[in-house]
């Protein structure tokens, strides 16, 4: 009965670099949330999809970064010529209902 | 615009004392109030969750205690523990409303033997 799955688990780019954090959610759940967590900071939202649509990106910035919900296979947040201010914890969660529960996150380091 | 407001921002606490976590919100259209437990290097863990039709939900040594005219809720660790050491943040959310979860900005627990 495995959890939400993340990863990698750590990545680490150069500026200019894209990077794809990729996140399988638990069995049978059909929605995925991507939050972004800055250090000393709480969680933010950024992006709800379910599969193959995205629900809610009112949390996305507006260029550089994208998500997808595959029919088949794992959510994936990209984010294209990333920057320093991208490094962070990136999480994702999946739900059936209200409740949801998280992945181990992807912390990204952006040299 | 921080719609969910967390205090303290750290605290420390004996072993077997009592740790108290307070939220504010300010959004009235949130009808679902859960809290997350976070070990450094780790992903958020569910704790416990409440809805405002109740004002009080117990789990173990957890407790929520609900406010909604003062629009507050708070978390309660009983006989707290140094393995309760950890990250605590609340969130809310708009059932219906696609579910994002607000955060507050956490409070760091230390509970010292």
């Known amino acids: 009965n495995a959890g939400v799955m993340q990863n990698p688990r750590h990545l680490v780019r150069r500026r200019g670099q894209e990077a794809r954090l990729r996140c399988s959610p638990m069995?049978?759940?059909?929605?995925v949330y991507w939050y972004r967590q800055l250090p000393e900071e709480g969680l933010k939202f950024m992006v709800y999809l379910q599969k193959e649509n995205i629900i809610d990106e009112s949390g996305m910035p507006k260029e550089r970064f994208s998500a997808e919900f595959p029919k088949e296979g794992p959510s994936i947040l990209r984010i294209q010529q990333v920057v320093r201010g991208d490094s962070a914890a990136y999480f994702c969660?999946?739900?059936?209902?209200?409740?949801?529960?998280f992945g181990p996150g992807t912390r990204l380091t952006v040299l | 615009q921080q719609q969910v407001k967390q205090s303290p921002q750290s605290l420390i606490v004996q072993k077997g004392g009592i740790s108290i976590i307070n939220c504010a919100y300010e959004n009235t259209a949130f009808d679902y109030f859960p809290w997350y437990q976070q070990f450094p290097g780790k992903g958020p863990a569910l704790l416990i969750a409440i809805r405002p039709d109740v004002s009080e939900k117990k789990e173990g040594r957890f407790t929520i205690s609900f406010n909604k005219s003062a629009k507050q809720f708070s978390l309660h660790i009983m006989d707290s523990q140094p393995g309760d050491s950890a990250t605590y943040f609340c969130?809310?959310?708009?059932?219906?409303?696609?579910?994002?979860?607000?955060f507050g900005t956490g409070t760091q627990l230390k509970v010292e033997l």
């Open positions: 969130a809310a959310s708009v059932t219906g409303g696609g579910n994002k979860l607000t």
């Open positions: 969660a999946s739900s059936q209902e209200s409740r949801q529960y």
């Open positions: 069995k049978g759940h059909s929605h």
